[in-house]
């Protein structure tokens, strides 16, 4: 499965929220909505991908961008991840993966050697018609938060 295109619409979803709450993409039409994609609350990287966004939420806020993390991990996981770090960015939980397929980063992944399915690692800009205006794919931590932030201040 691919990527939806730039400038396509943004597949649709409804997921949960670890606040409690719901998030659905048709609800945040008219907004810039930043979806990051990553495979596991509470390991190494996904922590410093969530600090970083969490790091630049007044900066997204500021540039009329929201952020919203999605893995397939449950909303009590999610819960006990904001809380133990301090998050600030929403976290949607997509255990079904209607979301994480939709947007095809539901990938083969190999580690030692072994083949296996999983989430790669990606980010959505998505503009306030709702259309895809950018793609990261196989994303490195390092730096990210700062350029899609860059993206979000253009768009």
Do not use: N
């Given at each position: 499965?691919?990527?939806?295109?730039?400038?396509?619409?943004?597949?649709?979803?409804?997921?949960?929220?670890?606040?409690?709450?719901?998030?659905?993409?048709?609800?945040?039409?008219?907004?810039?909505?930043?979806?990051?994609?990553?495979?596991?609350?509470?390991?190494?990287?996904?922590?410093?991908?969530?600090?970083?966004?969490?790091?630049?939420?007044?900066?997204?806020?500021?540039?009329?961008?929201?952020?919203?993390?999605?893995?397939?991990?449950?909303?009590?996981?999610?819960?006990?991840?904001?809380?133990?770090?301090?998050?600030?960015?929403?976290?949607?939980?997509?255990?079904?993966?209607?979301?994480?397929?939709?947007y095809g980063v539901w990938q083969e992944k190999s580690m030692y050697g072994r083949a296996y399915m999983g989430v790669a690692r990606t980010t959505f800009l998505i503009d306030r018609?709702?259309?895809?205006?950018?793609?990261?794919?196989?994303?490195?931590?390092?730096?990210?938060?700062?350029?899609?932030?860059?993206?979000?201040?253009?768009?």
């Open positions: 499965m691919s990527y939806p295109a730039i400038g396509s619409k943004a597949p649709q979803f409804e997921l949960p929220t670890d606040d409690g709450g719901v998030v659905s993409l048709a609800a945040l039409l008219g907004k810039k909505v930043v979806l990051y994609f990553y495979p596991k609350d509470d390991t190494s990287g996904c922590t410093t991908e969530a600090l970083d966004f969490s790091a630049k939420q007044d900066d997204f806020a500021a540039a009329d961008t929201l952020v919203i993390g999605i893995s397939p991990d449950s909303v009590d996981r999610h819960g006990k991840f904001r809380k133990k770090h301090a998050l600030t960015v929403r976290l949607a939980a997509d255990p079904e993966r209607q979301a994480i397929e939709a018609d709702g259309k895809i205006a950018e793609v990261w794919p196989k994303v490195r931590v390092a730096g990210h938060a700062e350029a899609v932030l860059a993206a979000a201040r253009k768009l």
